[in-house]
């Protein structure tokens, strides 16, 4: 049971260019959602999914897009990176918005 | 902003010490939950505590919740090495659909 797993675990990209990162679970989970963490602020919501189909906005969601076309895939996109946007990404999944959160091991980003 | 805050930002105690960590919240929650995050790993599970029960305990585990005072407090008692972690509360605020996360408190145990 692999649980959350996120793919790129590392990437570099230059100032303007374009990325998705991808999250796939095999829990079945309803809930999907994407944090960004840097020093000192903890995690941040970016934007989260209720189910196959939807999406919504958290605390943090300019400059980035997600879609969720299939229940176990919640993809992140950047479309034009900036420095700002350099850090610690993580994934999580949970069968109810009420229960506990499946992570993945994180994406690091960074933006030159 | 930020829904959770943990207090304090940073706790270092000794090997076999206890370690007290707290969270105050903004707006009503469901439930509040903690985590705790290793160097360079995602988050992992450890409490869940709904907003209708006052303590819980898991192992050396004890999770307090204040719905008055919008507060809960996590014990982890006779404090290991291994225990060496940044930990965080999280919660669900009632109608809102989603998990928010405080800031944290990065513990170190001393050998």
């Known amino acids: 049971n692999a649980g959350v797993t996120q793919t790129p675990k590392f990437r570099v990209l230059k100032t303007g260019q374009s990325m998705t990162l991808l999250c796939a679970q095999d829990?079945?989970?309803?809930?999907m959602y994407w944090y960004r963490q840097d020093p000192g602020m903890g995690l941040r919501l970016i934007h989260y999914s209720v189910g196959e189909g939807t999406t919504a906005k958290g605390e943090v969601p300019d400059g980035y897009n997600v879609s969720r076309l299939k229940k176990q895939n919640f993809l992140l996109g950047l479309e034009s990176a900036a420095p700002s946007q350099t850090s610690v990404y993580f994934c999580?999944?949970?069968?109810?918005?009420?229960?506990?959160?499946?992570f993945g091991q994180g994406t690091r980003l960074t933006v030159v | 902003s930020q829904q959770g805050e943990e207090d304090p930002q940073a706790l270092s105690i000794q090997e076999g010490e206890n370690a007290t960590m707290n969270c105050s919240y903004k707006?009503?929650?469901?439930?509040l939950q903690w985590y705790r995050q290793n160097s360079g790993r995602g988050l992992v599970h450890l409490i869940l505590i709904r907003s209708n029960e006052r303590e819980k305990h898991s192992g050396r585990l004890r999770v307090t919740l204040d719905t008055s005072k919008k507060s809960s407090s996590l014990l982890i008692t006779a404090s290991r090495a291994a225990d060496t972690a940044s930990y965080f509360c999280?919660?669900?605020?009632?109608?809102?659909?989603?998990?928010?996360f405080g800031q944290g408190t990065r513990l170190t145990i001393n050998p």
């Open positions: 999580a999944s949970s069968y109810e918005g009420e229960t506990e959160a499946f």
């Open positions: 707006t009503s929650i469901n439930n």
């Open positions: 999280a919660t669900d605020r009632q109608g809102a659909q989603k998990l928010v």
């Open positions: 829990m079945n989970h309803e809930y």
